[in-house]
């Protein structure tokens, strides 16, 4: 329902920088969803993005599609050439995984579900902002593997899984993941799990930011 919709939507306007939905994201939407949020005037149309997650392997890069004509029939897709051995190759991208709509928020508080009188706050700085992602996905990986709980759940979480739960875009969640795992960061998160060495616990530092306490599992698990 459309309700639903907006209301996810308007959470998202909560989060630094997650005001964007990519053509990615509408890719699970039903049909004709995009067509009825920009009529109602809550997405509008911005300019197209220049990276995507490439979908051909498990590794989950942050591509840049080169645009490239055919000079027959003039069609105009994205071009990516992948040197990783044994899954390497040319790369075609489809142009509407770069489009990007910005939430209006006028127009959700029009309809109720969300306050302009409320105080604007600060605007995040870049460190803020990435500090705040940070902590998204550490939560994200909390909430998906249980950590803290009873059970410990080892297998690890997709990109679109990781996507859901922290409603951030791929490009971001690839970045953060990169910050928390280094280079190649779904491999390394993987092995991770596999070796059930994954950091565990949220907790406060002194300071009132939030970080991730090691985590071992006992000898009974």
Known sequence: MLDEFLAQLAR???????????????????????????????????????????????????????????????????????LREGAGGRIEINLDRLRRWRINKRGLSKLGYISERQGAPAKPTRQMTRENESFLLRTALLQHHGLGGGTINWEPATQKILQGLTKLNQPKIHRTMKGLFGEKPMQAYKQRCKEQTLKGFL????????????????PDE
């Open 12 to 82: 998202r306007l909560r989060i630094p920088d997650a005001d964007v939905v990519t053509g990615d994201e509408i890719r699970d939407w039903p049909d004709g969803k995009l067509e009825e949020l920009l009529a109602e005037g809550i997405l509008q149309e911005i300019e197209p993005g220049t990276t995507v997650i490439c979908d051909q392997c498990e590794e989950g890069c942050s591509i840049e599609p080169q645009l490239r004509t055919d000079p027959q029939t003039g069609r105009t897709v994205g071009v990516h050439v992948c």
């Open 203 to 218: 907790i406060k530092r002194d300071d009132g930011r939030h970080d991730v306490e090691a985590y071992a599992p006992s």
